[in-house]
């Protein structure tokens, strides 16, 4: 059975997603670079926006659901591109929360830029919409370590309210 929501989830990675060469994604981010400062959290809102959308689509389609949501989502990431390797660090529960770490390699912003702070806020956002759609719950995401910074992976703190 986990193998068939697999195969589902990657056919409609791939047949509902666009074709976007990776360094002409590289190349819009650091042209807007300048306004992230303004606009990173308008984009951090339209990537959960996305995460969210392709989410429910996965959810309508009976490929995902709570059980499979978290692993569906890094497969996922890892299908279209946008990390070489994804993986669940470890999880924490209190009770307003619970706090999910997540390990990438690969990213496609953070392995191919050199900057002082974390560049993955698209992704970051895309998640955050994803477990908010397949929770039910709110949920933030941030990036506490990053491969542009110098390290070897890029590590996010899911926060999932409960």
């Not at 981010?29 to 990173?40: I, P, Q, V």
């Not at 392995?111 to 895309?126: E, H, M, N, S, T």
């Amino acid at each position: 059975m986990a193998a068939e929501w697999r195969e589902k989830l990657r056919e409609i990675v791939r047949n509902e997603s666009i074709l976007i060469a990776k360094d002409v994604i590289v190349d819009l981010y650091t042209a807007f670079e300048k306004f992230l400062k303004f606009a990173g959290p308008v984009l951090y809102t339209a990537a959960k926006k996305a995460g969210r959308h392709m989410a429910k689509v996965l959810m309508e389609k009976g490929v995902v659901n709570q059980d499979n949501g978290l692993e569906a989502l890094l497969e996922s990431i890892v299908d279209a591109g946008y990390a070489s390797e994804a993986r669940i660090l470890g999880e924490k529960d209190s009770k307003k929360e619970r706090i999910i770490e997540v390990s990438m390699k690969g990213t496609l912003l953070g392995a191919k830029l050199q900057r002082k702070k974390p560049v993955d806020l698209p992704i970051a956002g895309y998640m955050a919409g994803w477990l908010e759609a397949v929770y039910g719950k709110h949920v933030d995401v941030k990036e506490v370590a990053c491969m542009a910074t110098g390290r070897d992976e890029c590590v996010f703190q899911i926060h999932i309210k409960k």
